[in-house]
């Protein structure tokens, strides 16, 4: 996965940072990569915009749970968004069944964060610039829970209820 991270060991808590990639890929089947599959990569919970193949009408994702692919109409473009961590596969058709190319799609977090793993709990944090608390898919579940909690009532409080 193209991620630069750095890790220092803080206590007993591993930190971790990483730096975001950019947002846009064109899915086009390189001549040197004849038969094997490129690497797309989406950040979870973000949406990237691809070019696809002339003549595609259908777009196939392997694990819908891991990303969702759209195609846009009439536009030569399609929208991959990551729903969790993994790996899968997309696959693009002409209108006869035909293959027109194959991808492999990994989504990761990527944007820039602070991850710190404390024995068995994780907490996240955005830091652009300052700190603060997030909610990331592998995040401890007590941590996942406050955090949504601190979220709702915030929420309640900032409505005037």
């Known amino acids: 996965m193209p991620f630069d991270a750095a890790a220092r060991v803080v206590g007993r808590a591993i ?4 730096l975001a990639a950019p ?29 696809i193949p002339d003549k595609t009408q259908t777009l ?19 929208v991959i968004t990551g ?4 790996e899968t596969n997309l696959i693009a058709l002409d209108g006869d069944g035909n293959m027109l190319g194959e991808w492999t799609i990994r ?14 709990n994780r907490e996240s944090y955005i830091c652009a610039p300052n700190c ?18 601190a979220v709702s009532a915030h929420s309640i409080f900032s409505a005037g209820k």
């Open 15 to 18: 930190v971790l940072m990483g």
């Open 23 to 51: 947002a846009l890929v064109a899915l086009a089947p390189t001549p040197a990569a004849a038969g094997a599959r490129d690497l797309v990569t989406v950040t979870v919970d973000r949406a990237r915009i691809a070019r």
């Open 60 to 78: 196939v994702i392997g694990q819908p749970g891991i990303a969702d692919v759209t195609m846009l109409k009439n536009s030569g473009m399609g």
């Open 83 to 86: 729903k969790s961590f993994g």
């Open 107 to 120: 989504v990761g977090a990527e944007k820039a964060d602070l991850l710190v793993q404390n024995g068995l």
């Open 132 to 149: 603060l608390p997030t909610v990331e898919l592998s995040d401890s579940k007590a941590v996942a829970s406050d955090r949504a909690g």
